[in-house]
């Protein structure tokens, strides 16, 4: 008889404890936090809803200039915590965050936040933080300028220049246009902003006849350009246009080496 109520005891003890244990319910049920630096967003017309990736995470920016990054958590509303800069010249705070916590369905819980990013000196910096303990990294390059030239050049004429001068107390800069020149026939040359990353990777060469035709040629950057003879024109579905001037166009094709974009 002991032995028979030494085995009932044992199995309330199970019962007992079986109690203890929660039935998790879908609404209940744990969901990754899903974290986008820099997000990039695409809408889905089908389901109706906005689909968002990380974007790129090399920050370029110049100096006395504040520069943002947005961080947007899904699935969670976790805090930016231990945001810190490696080295002196780049300050870096959270400037604005704004969350919604869904205790019922988690799914639906999201955050976004803001990084202000604001440099006094030019180098490269590694900025890092967590979200919900994992942590990210921002490789920042600080520039003078993030202009893609420095300077542009027909013959002894000089288009376009650039050049900054940075203080204690903040910056000047110099910026010299004309796009008028003093003689045809002479070599275009592109300098490119390489403190900012820029290559430049093409040139081609729109010019217009006596009567306004258009024609293409691609050249080197460097290489020797003729200048339109007539006024450029065009037509379209409404009507034709013709320049005031008769004016050369030049298309630049470039990309950034630090940042990875290229333009065509």
Do not use: C
Request: cysteine-free; charged content about 25%; aromatic content about 12%.
């Amino acid at each position: 008889m002991k032995k028979f109520h030494r085995i009932l005891a044992a199995v309330m003890a199970v019962f007992s404890l079986s109690l203890l244990i929660p039935t998790i319910t879908p609404a209940q049920a744990a969901t990754t936090e899903k974290v986008y630096v820099n997000p990039v967003s695409t809408y889905n017309e089908k389901t109706g809803q906005t689909v968002y990736k990380s974007g790129k995470s090399n920050v370029l920016m110049t100096t006395f200039v504040t520069n943002t990054l947005d961080v947007r958590s899904e699935g969670g509303a976790s805090k930016i915590k231990d945001l810190k800069v490696n080295k002196s010249g780049l300050t870096a705070k959270v400037t604005y965050t704004y969350g919604s916590v869904d205790k019922q369905t988690p799914a639906n819980s999201y955050r976004l936040s803001t990084i202000s990013m604001y440099a006094r000196k030019t180098g490269k910096y590694n900025v890092t933080f967590k979200v919900n303990k994992k942590t990210y990294k921002l490789k920042v390059a600080v520039v003078n300028s993030t202009g893609v030239w420095k300077k542009v050049t027909y013959g002894s004429d000089v288009l376009y220049e650039y050049t900054k001068t940075n203080s204690d107390n903040g910056y000047s800069y110099v910026r010299t246009e004309n796009w008028k020149v003093s003689k045809d026939g002479q070599n275009f040359t592109v300098t490119a902003n390489k403190d900012a990353g820029y290559k430049i990777t093409g040139l081609i060469v729109m010019t217009a006849d006596k009567k306004g035709n258009a024609s293409y040629k691609t050249i080197k950057n460097g290489g020797k350009i003729t200048l339109s003879k007539g006024k450029y024109t065009y037509t379209d579905e409404d009507a034709t246009y013709t320049d005031a001037k008769k004016t050369t166009y030049v298309y630049i094709s470039y990309k950034n080496t630090k940042t990875g974009a290229v333009y065509k």
